[in-house]
């Protein structure tokens, strides 16, 4: 039976029941299945399209998520989930306009590879320019069109370039010319960025200021038609510019030598491409000096005190560096990694490495008593039949062997959490004490001191393969590089036989200062 819209009760022909049975099977069947409890953003931003007619998505269930119009119903996995009831009794003109407001944003901005495209920027010039306020981001981390458009014309010498670009942009050489015209003092890099090189490494990359690049170019006095377009092998004109330059590098040098023979300790200086600073810092001994002793050298060097302001004494590689040569003393530490049935599962290997010597002192497969997931089969190669046809112990007959080999040690693992955890849990899982190997005090995270040491400001893969012991052995050359320090090692030169003898530093020494009470003067 079918009536329309504004018909009254009644108005409807009578039928006997049986015309009128078959209209009502017909719409019950073409009835809609109930809606779900809870639908995910994709479905819920369909939902809103469908029940308030306008053209809504997953972005407008997010904002009105941010605006506290809806609450996240549930989770599947690590989906949020929206109550059907909810959505379906919000405001209709709140949604339409959220809805118009972004489709109006879409309108007049980009993302930022769109941003990319249209300057010819890199993009981390946009990403620089929004932070500092140059380009406007609005919701979806979005830019605003104008303000992208306007960048080649009003900010185009903000620009940060590579070396080689720069070189293009004079039209000289890279990089010899290049490092000529940074020697005579006429250019320096604003900052570095990291690329990768390979699979497991990154190298930093000076950047340089476009404007700064061009202003090189109005140098007078400085034939650039002679400079430009000579052939490989040839000297450069600006050989000579570079060679009336002062150089800051050889003061300090020279300064961080001086250092080392005085107090006959090794001293590192590296010049920070990051900051385009030196740093120092060197052996903590009980002859070495303090930073306060150092500075005060420093200052009162006629070379190297005119830099004074660029030098940067004890930085985070120097702490870093120093707290790895203790850590390759003999019998200071061990070098611990696992492989494990999943992440954060249970030890499916484990291996330890002496880190003074990198002998092995324990490389043994587990029987986790649990399967192996794919997952982690394809990282590390260990099957379930691997185990069982080398007879592996389970976690309980290899625990008093590993407690032996690191007891009294400091234990490196390059993921110490990761590593620390898996074997704290399995421990407790056996029904054992953990012991020394559940005070995070006794571990040392290779992983985050790398990360620092480099200065690069994220982590690096290690790249050992991906078992327990190569990935120990590997893990104990990254504590073996962090032990060499940074830049240039000075170490103490032997006297020749008719040396005088050398005087006293100008400097009175400090007077001495327990260590404890002196963060400088205590190793790390």
Not at 416 to 438: I, Q
Not at 495 to 509: L, R, T
């Amino acid at each position: 039976m079918t009536t329309t819209d504004d018909a009254l009760p009644g108005d409807a022909p009578m039928t006997d029941t049986a015309t009128e049975s078959a209209p009502q099977t017909t719409e019950a069947a073409e009835e809609k299945p109930p809606l779900p409890e809870a639908l995910g953003s994709q479905r819920t931003g369909a939902l809103l399209a469908e029940h308030f007619g306008v053209p809504a998505n997953a972005d407008d269930v997010d904002r009105l998520r941010e605006l506290g119009h809806l609450q996240v119903h549930d989770y599947y996995k690590r989906w949020a989930l929206y109550s059907t009831a909810d959505v379906l009794a919000l405001d209709p003109d709140l949604v339409k306009e959220l809805v118009a407001e972004r489709v109006a944003w879409l309108a007049v901005s980009v993302t930022r590879d769109e941003a990319v495209e249209r300057t010819g920027w890199h993009w981390r010039d946009i990403v620089r320019m929004a932070e500092e306020g140059r380009i406007k981001v609005g919701p979806l981390d979005r830019y605003l069109t104008a303000d992208v458009d306007r960048l080649p014309l009003e900010a185009e010498g903000e620009r940060h370039i590579t070396g080689q670009k720069a070189a293009e942009v004079l039209e000289i050489r890279y990089p010899t010319d290049l490092r000529y015209v940074e020697a005579a003092g006429w250019l320096a890099p604003v900052t570095t960025m990291e690329m990768p090189t390979g699979r497991y490494r990154t190298v930093t990359v000076p950047l340089y200021r476009l404007a700064d690049v061009r202003a090189v170019r109005e140098i007078p006095g400085v034939d650039w038609a002679a400079v430009r377009n000579l052939p490989k092998g040839t000297v450069s004109p600006l050989r000579a510019y570079a060679a009336k330059a002062p150089t800051r590098a050889a003061h300090i040098k020279a300064f961080a030598q001086g250092l080392a023979d005085r107090h006959q300790v090794t001293v590192w200086a590296w010049c920070s491409p990051y900051t385009g600073g030196w740093e120092l810092d060197w052996e903590r001994r009980d002859s070495a000096p303090t930073k306060k002793d150092v500075t005060a050298a420093l200052a009162q060097d006629p070379g190297a005190g005119a830099y004074a302001a660029d030098i940067t004494l004890c930085p985070t590689w120097g702490r870093i560096t120093r707290r790895a040569r203790q850590l390759l003393e003999p019998g200071a530490a061990v070098v611990l990694d696992t492989e494990t049935t999943d992440l954060y599962g249970r030890t499916v290997e484990v291996a330890v490495v002496d880190a003074a010597s990198g002998k092995k002192l324990m490389d043994t497969l587990v029987q986790p008593e649990a399967p192996i997931s794919s997952g982690a089969f394809w990282v590390h190669g260990i099957s379930d039949e691997d185990l069982v046809a080398a007879k592996a112990r389970t976690f309980d007959k290899v625990l008093p062997r590993l407690r032996k080999v690191t007891r009294s040690r400091v234990i490196c693992a390059y993921n110490e959490e990761f590593d620390r955890s898996v074997v704290v849990g399995d421990t407790l899982r056996v029904g054992k004490k953990p012991m020394h190997l559940a005070e995070p005090g006794n571990w040392w995270c290779l992983m985050e001191s790398y990360a620092a040491w480099l200065g690069s400001g994220r982590w690096l893969a290690l790249g050992g393969g991906h078992r327990a012991l190569g990935d120990a052995l590997a893990a104990r050359d990254v504590l073996v590089e962090m032990a060499g320090g940074r830049g240039t090692a000075f170490t103490p030169r032997p006297p020749s036989p008719d040396a005088p003898v050398p005087a006293e530093p100008c400097v009175p020494a400090a007077v001495t200062v327990p260590r404890q009470a002196n963060d400088e003067s205590t190793p790390m």
